[in-house]
């Protein structure tokens, strides 16, 4: 248990320190981490909240294929978005491959469903009676659905903080995608793998402790807002 107990206390001197390949990694992962959660908010919350509040023919069908997304591997997305990316890719002339914004774009992917999901889910639980409440108030369709939506905002906001989670720990897709090139598309979680396989504990110990921080800054967020 030494090897752990010196990596822990070479980790703390490397953040203290600012050691550049470490902050070059935090730095990457939050850039694509930040860019694929505002494109998959803005695509999942609207077609969440449409699954949910709306009844229209097919609906089951949709939610079962969006519930399965929601199991869909890491390398499998990555698999996906490299065949499309790729140089012999429908996407190739956009040289998306072994960049952060072709990591955004399948982390996109993976946070889509899980924003999605978890926003009908709540939508479909909102309380009957407060949409009759409303109308028998006088209150316009509009009006109703932003009151609906305003009831369940902290269930919105804990959709955003669980696909954040999940974009935030990704590694297959990273890795596949981005190549894990050093200076330039290294993630955190690949830079964890990479210097755990070659023994350099300290340098990951630090990424994971950063890691950590970053997840109960979110979360300590997310309480800050429900008390406030």
């Known amino acids: 248990m030494d090897f752990l107990l010196s990596g822990f206390i070479k980790a703390i001197e490397l953040l203290i320190s600012g050691d550049s390949y470490t902050w070059s990694a935090v730095a990457a992962t939050l850039k694509v981490s930040s860019i694929s959660m505002l494109l998959s908010l803005g695509a999942g919350l609207p077609c969440g909240f449409i699954l ?27 698999l996906l978005v490299y065949a499309f990316i790729s140089s012999k890719g429908p996407m190739g002339s956009f040289n998306l491959l072994f960049t952060l914004t072709g990591i955004a774009v399948g982390q996109t992917i993976l946070a889509f469903p899980i924003v999605a999901a978890i926003t009908a ?11 009759l409440t409303l109308i028998s108030l006088g209150a316009g369709k509009r009006n109703t659905i932003l009151t609906c939506l305003w009831e369940v905002r902290y269930g919105i906001l804990a959709a955003a903080v669980t696909a954040y989670g999940r974009v935030l720990t990704e590694v297959g ?37 950063i890691l950590i921080l970053i997840a109960f800054t979110v979360n300590l967020s997310l309480s800050f807002l429900r008390k406030k």
């Not at 949910?52 to 199991?71: E, I, P």
């Not at 889910?121 to 949409?131: A, H, T, Y």
């Open 121 to 131: 889910s709540i939508i479909e639980n909102i309380d009957p009676g407060l949409k």
């Open 52 to 78: 949910g509040y709306f009844n229209f023919r097919g609906k089951r069908a949709l939610r079962t294929v969006l519930d399965t997304l929601l199991a869909l591997p890491t390398v499998f997305i990555g």
């Open 173 to 209: 897709i990273s890795m596949m995608v981005g190549g894990n090139i050093k200076w330039h598309t290294r993630t955190m979680t690949t830079a964890i793998a990479l210097e755990t396989g070659k023994g350099m504990f300290s340098n990951g110990i630090a990424l994971g402790l």
